[in-house]
């Protein structure tokens, strides 16, 4: 490796042996490509034409009553594929492509990356194998039907309790065994070296758009940009340009049913330093360093980790993590469709719900970003049955 990959003390590459050529031949293809105009071209031309790039940015009247100063909402749910994953997707699929690579592989828990993946090697010709948790498979069935229709291959896992963290380590196992031919797209800022830095540099997007355009529309720099952390990838990709400058960084995390009930997902709230997918960051684990399964109403929220950089981010005080429950993230999914007509994900609902919790932060001089990270179509079902639940509970 020519990088160590770390963010302080966190991140690194703590793998199986047979996997380090693996990640050394994709840092420097990495490196290569980063570099390289072509490679820069290739994907801005398909960002634009294929995906939508750029996204809007939108001066949210409702949140700007609310938080009472300037809201503007970055909106990542218009992008093709109905969220910020397909930066990443694209962006591996042509790193993949241009290695020479003929198969893509890719974890999934809610099937949301897994979409995205499909999606990419639809478009560039390439076969795609999906690993997913055989409970996943059961619940997120549209999103296997996609994945399908997409042309990939859905693996369901049985081992471990059939969820994400189990199909991550499936996907390293299968990388492992073919490695001259398959790439493994990471659906986060997470896991071993060099991935949080790929799928950072592949977010990127985000906030540079939002400094331009933001710039553009009101004269100046955001004061704080807020948004969601699952495994990190939209949030860092909205901090990254703005980590030099006095922009506060606020990340929300799934505090499902309360972080003092123990049923949630706020890794860096609530969890310790620990090795995780190949890292060092941030994990839910008991006292014996057994793994927690992480509790939220979002299911893309729901991974027991977080990336690095974020570990780091939060060590040094540079940004600061915050929560919502599952109810004030139901709130804020109701309350933003009725006020805008912009029905949020699930996962994003937390960045809006994170920032009304400290609205009383904001005065009139200041400027907030909140990263729309995807859009709510395919929670409906789900966030209807629990208005509906909560309704019948009062
Ligand atoms: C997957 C997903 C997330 C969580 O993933 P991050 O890597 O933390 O960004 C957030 N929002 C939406 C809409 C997602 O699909």
Redesign the pocket.
């Known amino acids: 490796m020519r990088h160590t990959g770390t963010f302080g003390r966190f991140g690194g590459f703590y793998v199986a042996e047979p996997l380090i050529p693996a990640l050394e031949e994709l840092e420097s293809a990495w490196i290569e490509a980063r570099d390289d105009p072509e490679f820069a071209g290739a994907l801005a031309g398909l960002l634009r034409d294929y995906a939508g790039r750029p996204t809007p940015l939108y001066r949210s009247p409702a949140l700007s009553e609310e938080l009472g100063c300037a809201v503007y909402l970055k909106r990542e749910d218009l992008l093709h594929g109905g ?3 397909t930066n990443n997707t694209l962006g591996q699929g042509l790193l993949a492509a241009r290695m020479g690579k003929t198969r893509l592989i890719a974890e999934t828990g809610a099937g ?2 897994g979409v995205a993946t499909a999606m990419i090697g639809a478009r560039l010709g390439l076969d795609v194998k999906i690993f997913m948790g055989s409970l996943d498979v059961a619940r997120q069935a549209p999103n296997v039907q996609r994945m399908k229709l997409f042309g990939a291959e859905v693996i369901p896992i049985d081992n471990g309790s059939g969820s994400l963290k189990d199909a991550i380590n499936e996907a390293m196992r299968y990388w492992t065994e073919h490695i001259r031919d398959t790439f493994y797209v990471f ?3 997470a896991g071993p070296h060099p991935y949080p830095s790929i799928v950072r540099d592949f977010q990127r997007v985000i906030g540079e758009e939002i400094h331009a355009q933001l710039h553009a529309a009101h004269g100046r720099g955001p004061t704080a940009v807020i948004a ?8 860092i990709g909205a901090f990254a340009r703005f980590i030099d400058e006095d922009t506060a960084l606020i990340g929300v995390e799934p505090g499902g049913h309360g972080v003092d009930t123990g049923k949630h997902g706020a890794t860096l709230g609530a969890g310790r330093a620990g090795c995780l997918h190949g890292s060092i960051s941030y994990v839910l684990q008991d006292a014996h360093g057994q793994i927690h399964e992480a509790h939220s109403i979002s299911a ?2 729901d991974y027991p980790g977080v990336g690095p950089e974020h570990a780091h981010l939060m060590a040094s005080g540079r940004a600061e993590y915050i929560s919502a429950t599952d109810d004030e993230a139901l709130d804020a999914f109701a309350w933003l469709s009725r006020r805008e007509g912009i029905l949020p ?1 699930l ?2 609902s937390h960045a809006i719900a994170g920032a009304r919790r400290i609205a009383d932060r904001f005065g009139p001089d200041d400027v907030v970003v909140i990263n729309l ?2 859009r709510g179509d395919k929670d409906l079902a789900h966030a209807m049955a629990a208005l509906d639940a909560r309704e019948a509970a009062r």
Do not use: F, I, M, Y
């Open positions: 969220a910020h994953k949301q990356h659906g986060t800022a969601c952390v699952g495994g990190g990838s939209n949030a893309g929220l994900a996962e994003s990270s995807g």
